[in-house]
């Protein structure tokens, strides 16, 4: 086991991720919502486009608390809980809901995963991206 401190996320990491995926979503002409979470799934920073549909501030926390908590990305997880797939149970097993849409993305430090980002109100594949290039951005 390593005793390697690592550095959480912080406040201003989170403020970037959020104007890397809000600027993404921008230049492809997406309105959405992007919500990022720490390692213990607290909020640390959320917004919503002023014209995003109002449900999607909802989905991208989901989608970031989603990812935070099986630290994978939501769109790898998507065939694993249809009906017929592994872990189709997997959706209602916890007392917050998780979200199986493209979207969500864990972030990790030196290997260690230090939160995730959760974005929303774009088809899932845009969401996926948008996040994406918001996590590649803080790299």
Do not use: C, W
């Not at 970037?16 to 607290?42: F, I, N, P, Q, Y």
């Not at 999607?56 to 970031?64: H, I, L, M, Q, V």
């Not at 916890?94 to 260690?112: E, K, S, T, V, Y």
């Amino acid at each position: 086991m390593s005793t390697t401190t690592v550095a959480p996320l912080t406040i201003q990491e989170a403020e970037v991720l959020v104007t890397a995926a809000r600027g993404a979503a921008e230049a492809a002409g997406v309105t959405v919502s992007v919500t990022v979470v720490d390692a213990g799934g607290h909020l640390l920073a959320f917004r919503r486009d002023d014209q995003a549909v109002l449900i999607s501030g909802e989905t991208s926390t989901r989608k970031a608390y989603t990812a935070l908590q099986l630290n994978a990305a939501t769109a790898d997880l998507v065939d694993l809980v249809k009906p017929d797939g592994p872990f189709h149970s997997l959706q209602t097993a916890l007392d917050r809901p998780l979200l199986f849409i493209a979207g969500g993305l864990p972030i990790h430090r030196d290997g260690r995963l230090i939160g995730a980002i959760g974005v929303g109100g774009g088809a899932p594949e845009q969401d996926h991206g948008f996040a994406t290039a918001a996590v590649e951005r803080l790299a």
